[in-house]
Each structure stands twice: as C-alpha cells, then as structure tokens.
C-alpha cells in the first residue's frame, strides 16, 4: 500500500475543519444544573455541544449514540474490540477580562480565541477529522474506533461514570486533552471541603465583622476573585489604608467603597488550572491573609487565621502535613478553589488535592483530619479519582511514540501530570495532545486560544496514531 501524507489529507479539509471547531466555540457549554431538565441535564449549553457533535458525525456517516443525554459516542470500522478517543465538550467558566468574545471564536494572529479553544473543543475537532480521514480513505481497520464524548469533565465526570455503565470499555484509546508527546501517568485528585464548626467564639472587644465573604467557583481553578463585606466597628479609615497597602505590596488591583454601612472589599487575582496552584495569584487566599492580620469577630477570625496559616502561602501540603513526592509524578498540590463564609453559616474551603501514584490516600487522610479536627474544622464532601499509570512498554505507548516521533522529528519522551484527563476512566488510557511542547498552557485562562497551525498538525498525528491503533 502507498504510504499515506497524513498532512496533506488535513490540509484538503482545513476550512472545513477549521469552521466546525468555530461552530463548536461559539456554544457556551459551561455546567449549568440550575436550568437542568432531564434533556439537558447538565444545562442547554452542554446538550447543545453534545448534539452538536452527534449530528456532525451522522451527517458524516458514524454511528452515533447519545448515552442518556450526559454522553455519547460517534463509531466506524468493524471488529471486536474498541480504540477510543475520549473528549470533552464542556468548558469552565469564561471568567473576566477578555480581549474578545470568549465564544465569539475569533480568528486573530493565526490563533482562534474562545473558552475551550485548547481545553477541549479545538483538539475534539481535531480528532474528529482524524477520524474522518481515515474513514475517508476507506483504510482497512480490525478494530472499531469511538470517539466518546463527555460533557462533565470539568466537574463531576458523571458523564464517562454513566457511559461505562451502560457501554462497553474500549480495549485502548487516548484522550486529546493535555500535552504532547504522551502522558503516561497522572496524579490522584481529591476534592473535599474543610468546614469550621459552627461554635460561637464570643469576643468583646474587635474592630470588625466579617458578614460576608466569598471567592471561587470550582475545586480545580485559582479563584481570580474575592470579596468580602464587612461591619467596622472602630478604625474604618486604618482598615482602608492597610488594605490599599497590601493590594501594593501584593502587586494585585482591587478597591474598597462603601454600600449602606458596610465597607465591601474586593480584590483580582489571575486565574489558572488548579493543577498548579502556584501558576496563578488566589484571590481567596490573598484576602483571607489580609483580614487574618486584623482585629474581628471571634469566629471570622478564627476561620481566617486558619486558611491563611495552614493554606495561604503553601500549595504543597506541608503546613497541614501531608507533603509528599514520587519521581513518576512529583509533588502533592492544594489548590483551594473555593473560599466561604458567613456570619450565619461559618466557613468553608473547597480543596482540590492532586496527589503523586505512590501516595498513600489512606493515610494522607489520616493525617490530615488529624491537624484539621485540632483546629476545630471537619472534612466534608470528600470524592477521589484514583492515579493512573500505563506501563512504558505497552502496545498503546509504543505505538503513539512511533507515531509521534515519524510526524515530529523529536524523541518523544513520557510525562506524567498533575491534570486529570479522561485517559484514567480507561484501563489502558494516555492522554496524547495537544499541547506541543514550548508552547504555554493557556487552559482555563482568559484569552484562550489554540494555534491552527498546531490544530492542523494535531489532526495529522491523530489520523496517522488512529490508523495504526486500529488497523
């Protein structure tokens, strides 16, 4: 058989792949169970991108299948066994500061700008006309191939939970979610929340009292936001400054104003993917270590002097004790995600813990609501995805570095991340793309965006890795 230019099979159909992955940018697919039905489960936006990629495929010849509207799959190609493409089509939210329209999905600089542009719309596409291709060109496969499509991978997974309750695990498969050449192994993540007991702490004598306060949304990003309201008894005019002065020093903007008797502060921070807490500035964190240092009510004051003691500059665990490393994977991270509190319901800190292969949770857990329990907090909530690791020698590894290294021209060396990519819901998984390397990880950040001409040479490694798993 003629060997096959995987490039210029994607270069035939770049327009159109390129205006499908704009079609796809432009859903806002963030979660959203407050508007849920049992259609749309996870909210409209997210349906919408689901149905969105099922009608693609049909209108392309796959099989398509919705898996009780939190899932679905595009299949071709005959045999017993399965090489799956996992993918997400849900995003986080867009958050401020934008140049552009966030799902405006435009074209500036050889670039394409939108929320999911890298994470995971852009590369979906991509290994859809991977897919595409090599249907195309009718190339004799023993194996079906499945893109499976998921549309909760940004919070709870409940999508793959479903799917693979109702289909059948693909013998091998990748997840175009992360960075090239091949991740082979990913740290454990943990999610749970440290809640200060609800005791009235009484204090006569303080300056001011926390009513409300709040920064975050999610476990895995570094909160960019937080704001807090409180009643000041003495000193307003000192509180004020001291707070202008730590904004300077902390190189961070923000302001303070005064509404109907409360003074509100509120500071930015940057954002960034939770898996490495130290990539962005926490807001939460920033302001929890502001007001530790003044004088309020017992139990705001109890609740902030602990996250800025055992949270606030330390992301690898080791004031809470539970610091831990492996050469596979690295460092245990904290990214506390989440900040709450108020003067009716106390406080709360959502954690997201990204812990190495080696790593003990059982253990780590002890220790931990051992140093938590003796500060008066509890943990609740807790979930846990277990770290995955593929051997080095497997078919699957193999076969992606030959792939890789033909296309490329580099080694491709093995990686390991604190990321958690749908490879781990398989049992012979890697996450493969598309990030090459040198270029910066701008996941979950404003101003996302994805190169075309690193789509492009996605889409050809994809076709080419799809072809050889699978023939």
């Known amino acids: 058989m003629t060997s096959i230019n995987w490039t210029q099979e994607v270069e035939k159909r ?5 205006k499908d992955a704009q079609e796809l940018l432009k859903i806002k697919s963030v979660l959203d169970e407050e508007n849920s039905s049992p259609e749309a489960p996870l909210g409209e936006g997210v349906k919408e991108a689901l149905d969105f990629m099922l009608q693609l495929g049909e209108k392309d ?68 006309y991977a897919m595409k291709i090599v249907k195309e060109l009718g190339l ?39 960075d090239f050449p091949i991740i082979y192994a990913e740290k454990g993540i943990a999610d749970y929340d440290l ?17 409300e306060f709040s920064s975050g949304r999610r476990y895995n990003m570094v ?21 202008e002065e730590f904004k300077k020093n902390n190189e961070l903007d923000g302001k303070a104003v005064v509404e109907s008797g409360k003074l509100i502060l509120e500071l930015e921070g940057v954002s960034a993917h939770g898996m490495e807490p130290d990539n962005g500035k926490n807001a939460g964190l920033y302001m929890a270590s502001f007001l530790s240092e003044i ?23 080791r004031e809470l004790g539970v610091a831990y490393t492996d050469d596979i994977t690295g460092d245990l991270t904290i990214n506390v995600g989440k900040l709450a509190y108020s003067r009716e319901n106390g406080g709360r800190a959502g954690l997201n813990m990204r812990y190495p292969v080696t790593t003990n949770l059982e253990k780590t857990k002890e220790i931990l609501i051992g140093v938590i329990e003796a500060e008066g ?24 570095k030959k792939v890789y290294e033909e296309q490329v021209g580099e080694k491709a060396e093995l990686i390991s991340i604190g990321g958690g990519t749908y490879a781990r819901s398989l049992k012979s998984g890697v996450a493969f793309g598309p990030l090459f390397p040198g270029r910066p990880d701008i996941a979950h950040q404003k101003d996302e965006y994805m190169i075309i001409e690193d789509l492009l040479r996605a889409t050809a490694i994809y076709a080419q890795a799809i072809y050889e798993l699978a023939k």
């Not at 770049?14 to 390129?18: A, G, N, P, R």
């Not at 004799?140 to 289909?167: A, Q």
């Not at 139990?299 to 500059?313: R, T």
């Open 61 to 128: 010849g796959f099989t398509p299948k919705n898996v009780g509207n939190l899932a679905g799959h595009l299949e071709f190609g005959q045999g017993d066994e399965i090489v799956g493409v996992l993918c997400h089509v849900d995003v986080v939210p867009e958050g401020d500061g934008w140049t552009s329209d966030p799902y405006g999905a435009e074209i500036r600089d050889g670039k394409i700008y939108a929320r999911g542009a890298i994470d995971d719309k852009g590369p979906t596409m991509a290994a859809y």
């Open 140 to 178: 004799p496969l023993n194996k079906r191939v499945r893109m499976i499509i998921g549309t909760d991978e940004e919070s709870d997974w409940r999508c793959v939970d479903h799917y693979f309750e109702h289909e059948e695990m693909p013998a091998m498969g990748f997840a175009p979610d992360a």
């Open 377 to 400: 907090f509890s943990i609740e909530n807790f979930s846990n995805s277990n770290p995955h690791h593929v051997d080095e020698n497997d078919f699957l590894v193999q076969t992606l």
């Open 195 to 211: 809640v200060s007991n609800t005791a009235v702490i009484a204090k006569e004598d303080f300056d001011a009292e926390v009513i």
């Open 223 to 243: 909160p960019d936001f937080a704001k807090v309201s409180l009643v000041v008894q003495q000193g307003q005019t000192d509180i004020v400054q001291r707070f």
């Open 295 to 317: 004088n309020l009510d017992g139990n705001s004051e109890k609740f902030f002097q602990f996250v800025a003691k055992y949270l606030g500059k330390d992301s690898r665990g």
């Open 14 to 18: 770049q327009s159109d792949l390129i």
